[in-house]
C-alpha cells in the first residue's frame, strides 16, 4: 500500500487529497500497461498487484502542489515515473536472482527469465508513451530518458564490481545513478511542470536527492534483516550475490582479500559496527534534507515533505 497512511504528522486534509492522487495514479498505471495479448497481461497485472510504496509518484504529487496544480496533468506524469520504476524492479530481480518481492514471489521467480525480461521491456516502453510534447516539456521527457541511462549505468557498474570492495566514493556514485537520480527527477519534473521557478524545482530535486540517498542506504541495512516477512523481499541477497553495500563497505575497509565466507563477513560486520554506521550516515543525508526543507516555502506540504523524510529514515520495510 501507500505509505500516506503511515504519515502520521500529516494534516488529514492532505493526507486525503494525496491518497485520492495516488490512487488515480495507480488507475492510470493499470489502464496505460494494458496489454494486447492474455500471457503479457497476466504478468503485467502480476506487477500491478505488489502494491509498492508509490513513492516516487507521491515526490511528484508533492512537489506539483508548490506551484499550480493539475490532476490530470499530474496523474499521467506520476504514473510514467511509477511505471519506469516497475521495469528496473523486474529487472533488478532477474539478476539478482532474487525470489520475492513486496512479500510476494517475484516476477523472474514465478514466470522465468526469459518473461520477465520482455514484461520490464514492455514496461519501459510504455514509460515513454504516456507523455505527449503537446502537454509536457520535451526538456522533461528528456530528463526522464537520462534517467533512464544513468539507472542502467549505475547498475552495470554494481554488477562489474561483484566481489569486490569498492571505494565509498563509487558506492555512492552508484547510489546516486540507481536510485537518488529518479527521487530528484519526480520531484523536479513535478515541480517544473506545475509552474515553479527554476530555483523552487532545483531545491525540491536536492531534497529528492539527499532523501534518495538515505532510502537507498536504509535498503543496504535492511538486506540483513532477519525477518525477510516484514522486509517483504529476499535478505541478504546483495552479499550472497558478491554486492558490496555500505555495511560491507564498512566492514572490508582496509582489507585487500576478497575471498571471505558469508559467516566471515557478517562477523567482521558487526566487529565493525557496519549496519551503526551505515545508519548513522543514512540520518546524515536526511539532515542535510531537512535543511533544504527548512528553505521551502511555508505551508502544509512543506509539511508533507518533511512527514515524508521523517518515515523514511525510521522506516523497517
Same mark, same amino acid.
Given at each position: 500500500m501507500s505509505i500516506i497512511m503511515n504519515l502520521d504528522t500529516l494534516d488529514s486534509g492532505v493526507k486525503a487529497e494525496l491518497q485520492q492522487e495516488i490512487a488515480k495514479v495507480r488507475a492510470e498505471v493499470s489502464e496505460r500497461t494494458h496489454a494486447k495479448f492474455y500471457g503479457v497481461q497476466v504478468i503485467v497485472d502480476d506487477v500491478l498487484d505488489l502494491n509498492g510504496k508509490m513513492l516516487r509518484p507521491l515526490f511528484t504529487v508533492i512537489a506539483a502542489h508548490f506551484g499550480t496544480y493539475d490532476s490530470e496533468k499530474m496523474v499521467k506524469l506520476a504514473a510514467s515515473i511509477e511505471i519506469l520504476h516497475m521495469a528496473t524492479l523486474i529487472h533488478d530481480d532477474i539478476i539478482d536472482e532474487s525470489k520475492y518481492r513486496r512479500h510476494r514471489e517475484s516476477v523472474q521467480s514465478r514466470y522465468g527469465k526469459d518473461m520477465?525480461?520482455?514484461?520490464?521491456?514492455? +514496461?519501459?516502453? /510504455?514509460? +515513454?508513451?504516456? +507523455? !505527449?510534447? $503537446?502537454?509536457?516539456d520535451a526538456k522533461n521527457i528528456k530528463r526522464l530518458v537520462r534517467v533512464m541511462t544513468q539507472i542502467c549505468e549505475s547498475e552495470l557498474l554494481q554488477y562489474q564490481n561483484r566481489k569486490h570492495v569498492t571505494s565509498f566514493k563509487n558506492y555512492l556514485r552508484i547510489v546516486a545513478g540507481k536510485t537518488a537520480a529518479l527521487f530528484t527527477t519526480s520531484m523536479y519534473v513535478g515541480a517544473i511542470e506545475s509552474g515553479c521557478d527554476e530555483r523552487l524545482a532545483r531545491l525540491l530535486? *536536492? &531534497? %529528492?536527492?539527499?532523501? %534518495?540517498?538515505?532510502?537507498?542506504? &536504509?535498503? !543496504?541495512?535492511?538486506?540483513?534483516? $532477519?525477518?525477510?516477512?516484514?522486509?517483504? /523481499?529476499?535478505? *541478504?541477497?546483495? +552479499?550472497k550475490k558478491g554486492y558490496y553495500t555500505l555495511p560491507v563497505i564498512y566492514a572490508l575497509e582496509g582489507r585487500q582479500e576478497t575471498d571471505w565466507t558469508e559467516d566471515q563477513i557478517m562477523l567482521m560486520m558487526e566487529k565493525a559496527k557496519g549496519i551503526e554506521r551505515s545508519r548513522t550516515l543514512a540520518k546524515k543525508y536526511t539532515k542535510k534534507a531537512y535543511r533544504h526543507i527548512d528553505a521551502l516555502p511555508d505551508g502544509v506540504y512543506k509539511d508533507a515533505v518533511r512527514a515524508l523524510a521523517d518515515f523514511l529514515v525510521d522506516r523497517a520495510y
Open positions: 520477465a525480461v520482455y514484461a520490464g521491456d514492455y +514496461l519501459l516502453a /510504455k514509460t +515513454l508513451s504516456i +507523455l !505527449d510534447l $503537446e502537454t509536457y530535486g *536536492r &531534497i %529528492g536527492y539527499e532523501l %534518495g540517498v538515505a532510502f537507498q542506504i &536504509i535498503d !543496504d541495512i535492511l538486506d540483513f534483516s $532477519e525477518d525477510a516477512s516484514t522486509v517483504g /523481499k529476499s535478505v *541478504r541477497n546483495d +552479499l
